[in-house]
């Protein structure tokens, strides 16, 4: 897309979407002329990959966003992957559907073909979705079988492909996600080719799982913990291609291993700590954003969870239980956490008012 302005000078940025001056046909007083200006799509917002929460399915869902978001106001938020097929034959509002105060908000797609990824990522735009991900890390048979996921990195002509079929048709940044290696190949060459050639279709945020991928005998379990991990190859990375946006992930579990990190990469991308320790989510705007302490409470917390479990029985007849199992870590490491996780997890409760089982939560223990 193309359009002429007049009397302007340099890259004027608009939202996401940048106008790159083409060529400026001044006349000879400079007072007067006009220049031919090209759609471009800016790199995101310095920081925007800082913090984040990891893209995990039947976790991530939109209530799991929803605790997320009352905790840290700046962290990027992660859908659960969402496969290019459930988008085109399935129940797109079921999919893509998020509560407003989610935002920053990124989709994560799964899918190798260019022209559905497309597809996909311009109605992730069209939904509000702040960046589209593409997932290369998914180590798991279904996925491979669907050839996407961690398999795609043997592939990276094709990955590039499926980068710049979704950059030609959204403004919004779009982002790979992906692992070190695959299988028990470590040479570094490997992932430093993968990145290099994704970069080059329009790709400049990165999110390195650092572990190779074992497509053959572990689980995707087994496989966020055998393989090694290797942070210094996402170091080196950042050091190749200077540029780049690169945020490191796995087995990150503590404020100062992020801060760490922080020194050598872009971001860090916190997946299971996050989800099983919410808490912790309330220190890093502090920390990590330069904000205000966050001046709520567990309770206040667990109170706002409350109101959102009574909304969304009403709207969408949501059962509580659907809700509450995402911020069962909530009270993690404090006396009395688990008669209160109890409570929150005890299905016979489940037709009771969430507020009556609140109450029950916090009810001195009968002994
Ligand atoms: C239950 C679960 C589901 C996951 N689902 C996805 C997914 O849909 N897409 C993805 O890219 N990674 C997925 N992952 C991997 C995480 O995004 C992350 O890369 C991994 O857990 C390592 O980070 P961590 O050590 O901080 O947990 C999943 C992880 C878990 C635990």
Redesign the pocket.
Known sequence: MSEVKRNCAGVIECGKVAWRIHCVPMDKNRTEGSAVFEKTVLPPPCGMHRLSV???????DRHCRYLHRLLTRHTLL????VTTGALLHGDVPRHLQYNTQEHPLAL?L?GSEPADLAHCARLGQEWGYDEI?L????PSERVQRGAF?ACLMHEATLVADCVKAMVDVVDVPVTV?HRIGIDKNEDYTFVRDFVGTVAQAGCQVF?V?A?NAWLKGLS??EN?EVPPLRYDTVYQLKKDFPHLTIAI?????QTAQIAKHLQHVDGA???????HNPWWLSAWDEAFYGAAPFTGSRESVELQMVAYMEDQARLHGTPWPTIARHMLGLRHGLPGARRWRQVWSDHKLKDRPPRAVLALAHAPAVV
Not at 78 to 81: A, C, D, G, I, V
Not at 249 to 253: D, S, V
């Open positions: 990891a893209p995990m399915m039947d976790w991530t992660y859908t659960e992957m994560q799964g991900n997932n290369c890390g998914c996921g996600k999110i799982h572990r995707p379990k966020r992930n796995g087995g990150i579990t991308m916190l997946g299971r700590e996050a989800y």
